[in-house]
């Protein structure tokens, strides 16, 4: 199985089966799992596969529901993508006859008798699993400067953000860049939350506070009660409130913090949208992302609430699509030291 993508910005698998309930669980599970795009189909016979640029075509093929052998083996000729077939016993010799003499042979998965869609759910996930790793590095190597240290990074979240800002920051080393970090929660919690987070690591936890200068090793925390907003004078970022209103049903918003660092001149930028319900810090990552910095968001699987992330997929702000873990491994690998 080959795993080069050099023809491919966005590699599309297709997957067809004419039952849809197994359409439905393949389509949830790429969506979970797959970083690349997919299409989904009834069936193949009216479609152009060679005008799709498909890198694997998956097909689930029934007894009830055939497709002519000759239709199939001609429409298969000539494709130079990777094909997976899963096929009922009873199809034993219509799969010989569509794989017989070919230069490539097709990946083959007998389904058993009983629980056919969840043999056809856990081997698609198996599969593309080995698939989906290259693809993420080659996007990561090739497409993105992961090297390049930022001035400045700036971390949103919602529910399920002060567990992911724990597991982010413990990990952090020391000479870093300056952190800047909204969480929606309650004022009273900041406090206590920036003691959580100072137990756990050698960088200054401070909360936010009004024209405050933030510094490398330091993280700062927005108060809420009044909105972050970032500043650049002579060389150094001032922190300044920006007001007491509620954007995006919230008060401090991401999309502020995000908005503002996207028109600081002459500096990288980092945003990072972690879990949370709604839609705050979206568009402020799509400004960043616009002005030429890096946007980053947390997957769904190692989200707690995939609201926040996925509004952001949506709108095309997200660079990069990864879990928790990699996004920590990111933030360390920013250390000043590391990247001197």
């Not at 997957?15 to 309930?21: E, K, P």
């Not at 969480?183 to 024209?211: A, D, W, Y």
Request: glycine share 6%.
């Amino acid at each position: 199985m080959t795993t080069s993508f050099s023809k491919f910005d966005n590699p599309l698998i297709v997957f067809v089966s004419s039952n849809a309930l197994t359409r439905k669980l393949i389509s949830n599970l790429l969506k979970e799992k797959w970083s690349g795009q997919f299409k989904i189909f009834s069936s193949i016979e009216k479609k152009s596969l060679n005008q799709m640029n498909i890198y694997l075509l998956l097909l689930d093929l029934s007894e009830r529901f055939p497709i002519n052998h000759t239709d199939l083996k001609n429409k298969l000729a000539n494709v130079d993508f990777e094909v997976c077939i899963f096929y009922e016993y009873s199809l034993e010799e219509y799969i010989n006859k569509i794989n017989s003499n070919r230069s490539r042979a097709f990946t083959l998965y007998r389904k058993p008798v009983e629980k056919q869609d969840d043999f056809v759910k856990s081997s698609v996930a198996k599969y593309i699993e080995p698939i989906n790793a290259p693809y993420i590095s080659q996007m990561i190597s090739n497409e993105l400067n992961f090297k390049k240290s930022p001035h400045l990074i700036a971390i949103g979240a919602s529910t399920g953000g002060p567990d992911a800002l724990v597991k982010i920051v413990k990990n952090l080393q020391y000479d870093m860049p300056p952190i800047l970090i909204i969480v929606h929660m309650p004022p009273n919690f900041i406090k206590g939350f920036c003691k959580r987070l100072q137990s756990l690591t050698t960088l200054e936890i401070k909360p936010f506070e009004e024209n405050q200068v933030i510094e490398e090793n330091q993280i700062l925390i927005a108060s809420g009660q009044s909105h972050m907003v970032v500043d650049a004078k002579f060389g150094q970022f001032h922190i300044k409130k920006g007001g007491a209103e509620k954007v995006n049903g919230h008060c401090p918003s991401i999309d502020v913090l995000f908005d503002s660092i996207s028109k600081l001149n002459g500096v990288y930028v980092v945003g990072a949208l972690l879990t949370g319900m709604g839609k705050d810090g979206a568009k402020g990552l799509l400004k960043i992302k616009n002005s030429g910095g890096l946007t980053i968001v947390q997957d769904k699987k190692s989200s707690e609430i995939f609201g926040m992330p996925k509004a952001a997929i949506d709108i095309n702000a997200a660079q990069v699509i990864m879990n928790l873990e990699n996004i920590s491994q990111i933030m360390r690998d920013y250390s000043l030291q590391n990247n001197a």
